[in-house]
């Protein structure tokens, strides 16, 4: 089971390691400058969905999955957040958080308060407008997934997952594209359905040709029907 965030479970790196913030652009190192550098195991969860928070989070090393669980309790993954990116910014305005986030890997990030985010938007106005296009593209994406829930089948998502990987790792070869790292699970998370379910589309897609699965990866061989 994940373990909870707690306080006293950070583990404090140093913030004079460089090397830490050497990916970042000179926009973001200059944010994360100000933070607290703290690691986190893996499956470590850094935010509850519904807790009061005003952190933000700069990914220095490591990645980590935004999800939520609905009435049921079946986990709706939107992606996730790898290093050179942030997160939490969606509750600087002292609302609940609208998500949760888990580490996929050990993980180390640049934590600041929300009166660190005041004083650097104060100092780097321009900084200000990093934050609003995060927060639009953002909440355009959770917009576009509510949408797919509602209007498409679990096969049109299904379909949108494999074609529109976005932060997914896929490499292509000519005309085959492979997803890699990505499970049945994984999967059913993206679409909102049973593991069950994807796992029956993904094999009549394979008895058909159209993609071949492997271990925690799928290659797309062709041109995924609309329809099925």
């Known amino acids: 089971m994940p373990s909870s965030t707690l306080p006293d479970a950070f583990e404090p790196s140093s913030p004079s390691d460089e090397g830490l913030y050497a ?20 499956k470590t969860i850094v935010i509850n969905e519904g807790d009061i928070g005003d952190t933000v989070f700069v990914v220095l ?5 935004v999800y939520a669980m609905d009435n049921n309790g079946r986990e709706i993954t939107y992606g ?29 990030f640049a934590v600041l308060a929300r009166s660190d985010v005041s004083e650097h ?5 321009g900084f200000a407008i990093n934050l609003v296009v995060q927060v639009i593209r953002r909440a355009r994406d ?3 997934a509510a949408r797919s829930m509602a209007l498409l089948d679990v096969y049109s998502r299904l379909v949108g997952v494999l074609e529109d990987p976005k932060d997914l790792s896929a490499t292509r070869s000519g005309d085959s594209v492979t997803l890699e790292s990505i499970t049945h699970q994984d999967i059913a998370s993206r679409v909102g359905a049973s593991r069950e379910m994807v796992s029956r589309l993904l094999k ?25």
Do not use: N, Q
């Not at 090393?61 to 999955?65: A, F, Q």
């Open 61 to 65: 090393k490591g990645s980590v999955k």
């Open 121 to 125: 938007l104060v100092e780097d106005p």
């Open 204 to 228: 009549d897609l394979e008895k058909g040709g159209y993609i071949e699965m492997g271990v925690k990866r799928i290659t797309l061989r062709k041109k995924l029907p609309t329809r099925w």
């Open 23 to 42: 990916h970042l652009t000179p926009e973001l190192r200059a944010f994360a400058l100000r933070g607290v550098v703290r690691s986190y195991p893996k």
């Open 142 to 144: 959770a917009t576009e």
């Open 80 to 108: 996730h957040i790898h290093a050179g990116d942030y997160f939490g910014e969606m509750s600087l305005d002292g609302g609940p958080r609208s998500a949760s986030v888990i580490t996929l890997e050990a993980c180390t």
